[in-house]
């Protein structure tokens, strides 16, 4: 069963998963009826980052045209252009064991692609959701329902998996921003 968690909430992975080294991590979520006309594309991405909060190379920002981190632990598997259907809209799996000692945290995130020209905003997305899996047994370990009424943030850094010593922990995080992919790419330390 599932541990269900709220925002700012922290739980370990390995520590109570002993053995486990691979994690499927699914992003999802639906949007609401708006009469914009436009596609609603939202994008997952994970930033690897070091003790500082910062990527070491561009490289270790993962997503739809960066699809592996330099090492091969962290593997976006595809970008979701609708959002339409049931259950994860985009998957990064990721390889603990491999993750290079260098990166402390392993951030998700999610964007909304021409979020200002699209005139979209996390407003008009409902029922997002991470969820962390076992991959070998494809069994559900950790679910954050984002339960947040964002209005004009177009960018959420949703969780992240960080150290702790040597196992890996789980914090559900939540945090909107405004300026889409770009204000993200700045905080992570990405030259754009």
Same mark, same amino acid.
């Given at each position: +069963? ?8 922290? /739980? ?7 053995? +486990? ?7 999802? %979520? ?7 006309? #436009? ?9 690897? /980052? ?6 070491? @190379? ?6 739809? =045209? #960066? ?5 091969? !632990? /962290? ?27 260098? *990166?402390?945290?392993? !951030?998700? &995130?999610? &964007? ?13 997305? @409902?029922? !997002? ?12 370990? *950790? ?7 964002? @209005?004009?943030?177009?960018? /959420? ?10 196992? %890996?922990?789980? =914090? ?14 700045? =905080? ?5």
């Amino acid at each position: +069963m599932a541990i269900s968690l709220k925002k700012g909430q922290k /739980v370990d992975l390995t520590k109570t998963n002993p053995g +486990m080294t691979k994690v499927l991590v699914g992003l999802g %979520w639906d949007t609401n009826k708006y009469d914009g006309g #436009n596609d609603f594309d939202l994008d997952a991405a994970a930033f690897l /980052v070091g003790e500082d909060g910062k990527v070491t @190379s561009d490289n270790d920002f993962v997503f739809y =045209n #960066n699809p592996k981190d330099p090492s091969g !632990a /962290v593997n976006h598997l595809g970008d979701n252009l609708t959002g339409e259907g049931e259950g994860d809209d985009e998957q990064i799996k990721i390889e603990l064991a491999n993750v290079p000692a260098a *990166i402390q945290k392993i !951030a998700f &995130t999610v &964007t909304i692609h021409e979020a200002v020209e699209r005139g979209q905003n996390f407003g008009q997305v @409902s029922n !997002a959701f991470i969820r962390v899996l076992n991959e070998g047994t494809n069994e559900e370990l *950790i679910r954050y329902d984002l339960s947040e009424d964002y @209005s004009i943030e177009t960018a /959420v850094v949703v969780a992240e998996l960080y150290r702790h010593g040597s196992e %890996w922990k789980f =914090n559900a995080i939540g945090s909107g921003f405004e300026g889409g992919l770009a204000a993200l790419c700045r =905080n992570f330390g990405i030259n754009i």
